[in-house]
Each structure stands twice: as C-alpha cells, then as structure tokens.
C-alpha cells in the first residue's frame, strides 16, 4: 500500500489504531527516490506479546504502532543482556542479541506513551536496587570493614615479623599471612565498585567514562535509554566536551561485544567487554544532527543503528472515548521481560542453534545487500553493512519473546524466526536509507563538484590515476561518480602513444547545469 493510499485511508477523526502511513520521511528532492518504500510496520512479524503491547499502545495514544514495536525489540535485547547467543547464523562467530535503535518523532507526539513500553525493565532495576539496598549493601559494607580492619592486622605482623601474642613468624606462616592479605586485598577491590553504587539494568544521558563506570559496575551489560536523548546524542557525538571530539568508541564496542580498555591517572584502568542496547527517542533535528557526523558516519557509529522516524500526517482529534492499554497485555508483556532477566542471569549464556535453512535465510538477505552495496548504493556501502548481523539479533529477541510467552526458554532460531526477523530489518533498514537520501545526495553533490573542477582545470580528461595521486579523489569515488552522475562523468580506457596498458580515463560530459 503506497504512503498516499494509507494517508487516504486513515481516518479524519478518532485515535484510532495510529497506523499512520508508515515511517515519516523528510521530503525528497527529485532523483532522490531510488531507495526501496518501507511502508507500514509490518506488526505481523513480532511475537504474540510484543504485537499485543505494541498495538495496544499505539491504539490508546493514537501513535504509529512502529514507535512502540520497535522499543518491545530494543527492551528485549537489554533483558538477556549478554546472556543469549546466536550460533550458527555466520560463519566463525556467534553473535549477541543486543540492538541499537534510535526513533524520531515530532514535540508532544507520544514518545512517553512508547517508553512505557520499556517500563518491566525499568522496574525491575528499581527492584534490584532496593534488594540492594535492604539485603547486600548492609552486609557489604560490614564485611569491608571486617576485611579492612584484618588486612591492618596482618599488614603489622609481617611488617614486624611477629604474628600474634608476638610470637616470630615462621617461614611458612609468613607466606600463610601473605596470601591471606592477598585475598582480602583483591575481595576489597571488588566490594569498591558495587559501594559506590546501586546496580542498574539501564542507564540515562552518560559521557564515555560514566558508561564504563556503569558497565563494570553492572556485569557489563546495560540499556542505554533516553525518551528525550538530545543530552544523550549530543554526549556522543562531541558536542559537550572541549575538543568536540566524538564520544562513542564505547557505543560500537558495545554494539560489537569486544574487549574494551580505558586507563585514567585519577581512576585507574576499566577493562570490560561491553554488550550495550540503546533506546533513543528524540526530535527529528537530533537524528539529522547524527545522520549529518561525518565521524558517525565514517567510524560505523549511524551503520549500528536501526533508525526511523514517525508523526501525524495531520494531527488527530481526541474523540473523547476513553483508552486503556489492557491489563492482559501488559502483564503478557511483563512476563517475557521477566523471562530475558532469567536468561540474563544464567552463570553460562544461552547459544540458540541456527539451523541451515534459517542460515539460509539470513545469507540471502546478506546478499541482497552486497548487491545494494556493489550497485546504486556504493556511495554509503558501509552502512548497509550490518544488516544481517542485526536481522539475526532481531531473530534472537523473536526467538526469546517467542519462548517466554508459552512459559519456555528459547532453544533456536527457526526459520520462521528467521524469516519474520529479515521482515522487520528490512523495514528497519530501509526507513534508515529514506532518512539518510537528504544528506547523502548533498555528499554526492559535493563529491561531483570537486571531480568536475578537477577535470575542467584540465580540459574535461584526466586518468583516474591523476585524479588520486593529484588530486586526493580515490579510483573507487571516481567510478561510483561515473555510475551516480552518467549524464556528467564517463569512465573509460584510452590507449596511449607509447606500448603500455591502457589508461583508464574520466571524462567530464557536462558540467553542471549543462546538457
């Protein structure tokens, strides 16, 4: 169904079901339009739970069914944390659950409503911290002071070389005593951290530091959520600190699960492998902030995103007929949470297998987009380098909601799992490129611009050779030039005077504005 049938459809007055015409998107210019429509959300994809929480959200504050949906899927992926793996799915690796999704909407459109989507996790760590604070803290703090006050003791008797009643320490006693001290050292060492403060499932607006501050306070594995995220994307993308650098190399090894190390004069060294989910919800000009880094763009940040916007093509009436999301699917909903907060804290991660044909399924949405890469999409191949990592991380929180809502621990991915996830990415991804048209056709723009005064300095012809050493254009941008612009540039080989291979040459057919 096109945006305009669904727009035509949508009814004038009401709440409704607020299914709206699929993901908003900015205008686009002409010879902008080649990225495939998402349409609607596809709600039929996601698990009983999930669609009943998601529906019924987007019903009762008269919102895109697309803003909740996808907050059920980054929730999920934050429950298991690092305890769910997918085997199987690639060659050579196994891959986490976590997601990183970021949605846009409009002032007063309802991204409160949507976060209330993530609220089983949110109380679940309000639960944690207050089992915190009643039942662990007292006792660790009393077996710190114990520790403390035996590590002075023992710290005295091998200084003096005498242990109790002054007695001479032997040989052996002393190294009893020094192992002793050892343990209680490093038990005190990791008492610090968990004093310093409360456990957490999710996290807010953090700097770099703070975050792994948290991660290794949190068994490394936290929800980076923010229903308004301006302070959180700014945070990341430099604009609060000094030198404007950007602040996200924890962000992709979050996403990717790799060892990460910082070391600090005042704080010490934090080594941890990171496993992060990230909610942001925020106003479309904060996504046009990250879409429009270059440093995000270049370092893989916007390529971990799953990114869409949403809002009222016109804004609905209230009909006054009063909502309520349903008691059942809230706790439905609550109960799958719960069910990833079990997998979360297992001592060993659970690995669901990949069968071959759900493997299948996911090489061949791979391929689809090495295709998109190698063909119109050349320009910006690297950010459609993750689909089929994330498809798969989206087919291990289907597979978890899928368990969890008949009372079961996921085993698999199968291939309906399969299937339904590459449905939700391919929504995902593409609402993701029609987000990304604008700034990547004032890219390509630019990058014509400069390749055209290259060539007009020296007669409209230069080898692409010239052009990269000369000129600082790769051979690579050249050729993706010729194929996004045919009406302007031409590449082609010339044989020249001498016995040599032939040079391969750019040529400038119009300059802009020409025919």
């Not at 895109?64 to 980054?74: E, N, S, V």
């Not at 035996?150 to 009643?165: D, F, H, P, Y």
């Not at 456990?199 to 700097?207: A, E, N, Q």
Request: charged content about 25%; aromatic content about 6%.
């Amino acid at each position: 169904m096109s945006s305009e049938t669904a727009s035509a459809d949508a009814p004038a007055e009401g709440l409704g079901l607020g299914r709206g015409p699929g993901p908003f998107v900015p205008p686009v210019r002409a010879g902008e339009s080649d990225v495939p429509e998402p349409g609607p959300f596809p709600v039929e994809h996601l698990s009983p739970a999930q669609r009943g929480i998601a529906e019924a959200t987007a019903e009762v504050h008269g919102i895109d069914p697309a803003l909740p949906a996808m907050a059920t899927l980054a929730t999920l992926a934050a429950s298991a944390g690092k305890g769910l793996l997918v085997t199987g799915a690639v060659s050579g690796r196994e891959t986490h659950c976590n997601l990183f999704v970021i949605a846009a909407a409009p002032k007063s459109y309802g991204k409160g409503a949507a976060a209330g989507v993530v609220g089983p996790l949110t109380e679940a760590s309000k639960r944690r911290a207050e089992e915190y604070r009643t039942d662990t803290r007292p006792g660790l703090r009393q077996e710190r002071a114990v520790s403390e006050r035996r590590a002075k003791i023992l710290v005295e008797w091998l200084a003096r070389g005498r242990g109790e009643n002054n007695r001479p320490l032997t040989d052996d006693e002393r190294a009893d005593l020094g192992r002793e001290l050892a343990e209680l050292e490093r038990r005190l060492a990791a008492i610090a951290p968990l004093l310093e403060s409360e456990p957490t499932l999710w996290v807010g607006s953090y700097t770099g530091a703070a975050l792994a501050t948290a991660l290794a306070r949190n068994g490394e594995a936290l929800l980076s959520f923010s229903p308004e995220a301006g302070d959180a994307i700014r945070i990341a993308l430099g604009r609060f600190s000094k030198d404007s650098k950007a602040d996200f190399d924890l962000f992709l090894s979050g996403y990717t699960v790799e060892d990460w190390n910082e070391g600090r004069v005042t704080r010490g060294s934090i080594n941890i492998r990171p496993c992060l989910s990230v909610l942001w919800l925020c106003q479309p000009s904060l996504l046009r902030e990250m879409l429009s880094n270059e440093e995000a763009i270049q370092r893989g940040m916007t390529a971990r995103f799953l990114m869409f916007a949403v809002g009222h093509e016109t804004i609905p009436h209230d009909d006054g007929v009063p909502r309520f999301i349903p008691g059942e699917a809230v706790g439905r909903w609550a109960r799958v949470i719960e069910t990833g907060l079990q997998v979360r804290d297992l001592a060993d991660p659970l690995r669901l297998e990949c069968g071959p044909d759900a493997r299948e399924i996911f090489r061949r949405w791979h391929n689809e987009s090495v295709d998109l890469r190698n063909g119109r999409f050349s320009d910006i191949e690297g950010e459609l380098g993750r689909w089929r990592e994330n498809a798969v991380r989206i087919a291990a929180c289907l597979a978890l909601a899928d368990a969890a809502d008949e009372g079961l621990w996921p085993r698999a991915v199968s291939v309906d799992c399969a299937a339904r996830a590459v449905g939700l990415c391919r929504w995902a991804v593409f609402s993701t490129l029609r987000l990304m048209q604008a700034g990547r056709m004032d890219r390509l723009n630019a990058m014509a611009e400069k390749l055209s005064k290259a060539l007009g300095d020296c007669g409209g012809i230069r080898t692409l050779r010239d052009l990269d050493h000369h000129n600082g254009i790769p051979t690579a941008e050249t050729r993706m030039l010729a194929n996004a612009f045919p009406n302007r540039f031409s590449v082609t080989r010339q044989k020249g005077a001498g016995a040599g291979r032939p040079a391969e040459i750019c040529i400038l057919v119009a300059a802009p504005g020409e025919s």
